[in-house]
């Protein structure tokens, strides 16, 4: 598959996952920022990375944020 049309594939994350993932580390619940296309889990204090709409659900690949980041910039899973 050649690079342009690989962008205009729509590859962005399916939020209704969010109802069958959990936190790999802590199996808490996950939060996804749209901004910065992560599924953030507030109890780990990590920020999973979503590529090309997979969500990367290892902690080596993960980033660490702080509880200041997580409160500002994900929002709350919608129940």
Known sequence: MDADRREKEDTSFNPRLLDWLVCPMTRSLLAWDADDKEL??????LAYPIRDGI???LA???RAITSAVVKSSAPSRKL
């Open 40 to 45: 953030v889990s507030k109890a780990a204090g």
């Open 55 to 57: 969500p990367i659900m």
């Open 60 to 62: 080596s690949e993960a």
